[in-house]
Nanobody, 117 residues
Framework: QVQLVESGGGLVQAGGSLALSCAAS????????MGWYRQAPGKQRELVAT???????NYADSVKGRFTISRDNAKSTVYLQMNSLTPEDTAVYYC???????????WGQGTQVTVSS
């Protein structure tokens, strides 16, 4: 099993910034991609950004130029720096880790991000 512990998030005004982090522990051998997804009320969970073990990055179009994902492989930790936040970014943000050795994904418990207008 892989445990993912998220931190960060909270309440911020539109135009502000927040940073999220997610540390993996447990069966970290075999973790390839790590990333962030979000789910707003009444909507499906959607991709925000992912980063592979070798640093290949993918962003949702809605966050390109505003969010930055990074990763510290030595700490098995992924980060998400969110700038120029808008109320549309309000959601529960979930950390995800793909373990190719265990052949499954793991999810964090989620952290709330609320952007006020």
């Amino acid at each position: 099993q892989v445990q993912l512990v998220e931190s960060g998030g909270g309440l911020v005004q539109a135009g502000g910034s927040l940073a999220l982090s997610c540390a993996a522990s447990g069966s970290i051998f075999g973790i390839n991609a790590m990333g962030w997804y979000r789910q707003a009320p009444g909507k499906q969970r959607e991709l925000v950004a992912t980063i592979t073990l070798t640093g290949r990055i993918n962003y949702a179009d809605s966050v390109k130029g505003r969010f930055t994902i990074s990763r510290d492989n030595a700490k098995s930790t992924v980060y998400l720096q969110m700038n120029s936040l808008t109320p549309e970014d309000t959601a529960v943000y979930y950390c995800n880790a793909e373990n190719t050795y265990l052949r499954r994904d793991f999810w964090g418990q989620g952290t709330q991000v609320t952007v006020s207008s």
